[in-house]
């Protein structure tokens, strides 16, 4: 293994009811007031606001609301928490939901002790170097942020998707009730699969270096992933698969995979983020739509690498006959595989190539995507 550093001081509650006992989770790390964030009605109408608020005051957290977080949280909602947050003197922000939400929470809560535009901290001006405390109950299992230290968001004026990693964005305490899940429906479980499976793959397949113990815990993830997903689609209430798939996409990027590789990269996010940017479309959709056509592009740069996923995932043995297997899968569960299934016609192609073109130059990694090889990705897709 190469030499790594692994920092996550997260703590998980996981498990049935932790919603209930949120305020006294967050009571010991002197939260007096907080900034609940949250996206749709729904969790009002569920009962768990009820429970959340209960649960506060029963813990004397006086708290401010902030609703209508949407899927690609954009960072004008983002603004409106930082306005919040520092007129009512928040010293926490809690966020209830999915990794939009989560994400939109750690911007405003690294925004709340800025003095400048919330933007700066996401367009790579100024580091987040501090934060307000950060608290989640997870109703979506996606993106992994209730477990990282990253966050994504969307400037609707430049139609630009960036974000920021830092120590001070890590979430404090995280709550994993699998119950909270039932709910998502079929077309977000399949969106969601996509999302932790990339988390998994972009390192798998573009790293220069990954020790077997690496290998070994990616390809377990992949599979779990694949076996709740297929078992979720047969039976929502299916408590035991719920809770594999959402500590799956806790572990996905939490860092545990980074340790000991080298030389891994995030291609298939940096492509994709122009997709959910430019048209809105989930990015688990975008996602899944990008992956068939990058790996069918990709795969002879690393063909060993490829078909050993193609042998342990799906018991094939070329790497196309893998590539194929998985976009079969992609499909089976109601996942896009072509950008005409996300409403997006050829003649958008060299406008959405110069949208990646930009993020590309931003990562410095226009040796490894010139703008004709970005052309031909998405002529492929």
């Not at 929502?236 to 980074?258: I, V």
């Not at 740069?301 to 976009?327: H, K, M, S």
């Not at 090889?373 to 998405?378: A, D, F, G, M, N």
């Amino acid at each position: 293994m190469r030499d790594f550093t692994f920092y996550n001081p997260t703590r998980v509650e996981f498990g049935k009811d932790k919603e209930r006992a949120i305020g006294s989770y967050m009571a010991p790390y002197g939260v007096k007031k907080a900034l609940l964030v949250y996206g749709s009605e729904r969790i009002k109408t569920s009962g768990l606001y009820d429970r959340v608020a209960k649960s506060l005051g029963e813990n004397g957290i006086d708290f401010v609301t902030l609703g209508g977080i949407k899927s690609n949280p954009v960072v004008s909602k983002a603004r409106e928490g930082v306005r919040i947050a520092k007129e009512e003197s928040v010293d926490a922000v809690l966020a209830v939901g999915g990794g939009s939400v989560l994400d939109t929470a750690k911007v405003i809560a690294a925004g709340a002790v800025y003095d400048g535009d919330v933007w700066d901290l996401c367009s790579y001006k100024k580091y987040p170097d501090a934060a307000l405390k950060i608290f989640d109950i997870l109703t979506l299992s996606a993106t992994g942020s209730e477990m990282n230290a990253s966050a994504v968001i969307t400037n609707e004026e430049t139609t630009e998707k960036f974000g920021f990693s830092s120590p001070a964005a890590f979430p404090t305490v995280s709550v994993i009730n699998p119950e909270l899940q039932e709910s998502v429906t079929n077309e977000y479980l399949a969106y969601s699969a996509v999302d932790i499976l990339s988390h998994c793959m972009d390192l798998y397949f573009t790293a220069s270096y990954i020790p077997g113990i690496t290998a070994n815990y990616i390809e377990n993830m992949i599979k779990t992933v694949i076996r709740t997903t297929n078992a979720l689609l047969k039976n929502p209430g299916d408590y035991e698969a719920r809770s594999e798939f959402a500590w799956a996409a806790a572990q996905a990027l939490n860092r545990t995979t980074f340790a000991g590789v080298e030389g891994n990269r995030y291609d298939s996010h940096l492509i994709e983020h122009s997709l959910s940017a430019l048209y809105d479309v989930p990015h688990g959709a975008g996602l899944s739509v990008v992956y068939p056509a990058w790996m069918n592009w990709h795969y002879s740069q690393n063909p060993t690498r490829y078909e050993r996923f193609a042998r342990q995932i799906f018991d094939q043995q070329t790497a196309e006959a893998g590539i194929e297997a998985l976009t079969h899968w992609f499909v089976s569960i109601g996942a896009p595989v072509k950008l005409e299934q996300l409403h997006i016609t050829q003649d958008k192609i060299e406008e959405i190539a110069a949208h990646i073109y930009r993020t590309i130059e931003m990562a410095r990694m226009q040796p490894l995507y010139p703008k004709e090889t970005i052309i031909e990705l998405l002529n492929r897709m």
